[in-house]
């Protein structure tokens, strides 16, 4: 499928950093994008990648790069409140969560002003992988069946008011 409408809430269009085009957006830590018709990942493989250049991580709690939450299905990846790891949230078959606050990467040092490609993949029907810079960070099995983000997912925030936003580019 195609997304076809966002809707941007304080996050800005910034020239002082970019990896590609001369611009990046920009959040502050309060600041997110929402997608109103992104289609169901479902069972199928997929993979998602992106750069990140943090501007606070250091006692910034958690910072969520993506989420999507409804009732009984739940996706989320960002950087854990603890220890600043990767972390993937899905829901099991039955609409648990799977994860409760694991799996965890292994990477938890990130330098402020550096760029860091991030890629996840569901590798499988039971296995979602993701690596920073081209390294493997973690591969998680996982319940297998649907995983969906069709609660209005955001880019660069938790969703239900839970103030878990990107601090960074």
Do not use: C
Request: aromatic share 14%; glycine share 14%; net charge negative.
């Amino acid at each position: 499928g195609t997304i076809t409408s966002t809707t941007v809430t304080g996050m800005t269009r910034s020239s002082a950093q970019s990896k590609f085009g001369g611009y990046s957006a920009l959040s502050d830590g309060s600041e997110y994008i929402t997608f109103n018709d992104v289609p169901t990942i479902g069972s199928s493989l997929w993979g998602l990648d992106f750069w990140y250049r943090p501007t606070n991580v250091s006692g910034s709690g958690r910072q969520t790069f993506f989420a999507g939450v409804t009732d009984g299905q739940w996706f989320s990846f960002g950087l854990s409140e603890s220890d600043t790891k990767l972390q993937l949230e899905v829901a099991d078959d039955n609409g648990g969560w799977q994860s409760l606050g694991t799996p965890k990467g292994a990477k938890n040092s990130w330098n402020t002003g550096q760029w860091y490609h991030i890629a996840i993949a569901r590798t499988s029907d039971t296995n979602v992988s993701w690596y920073v810079d081209g390294t493997l960070d973690k591969s998680q099995t996982i319940a297998s069946g649907s995983i969906s983000a069709t609660g209005v997912p955001r880019l660069g925030e938790w969703g239900g008011d839970q103030s878990w936003y990107i601090d960074g580019y």
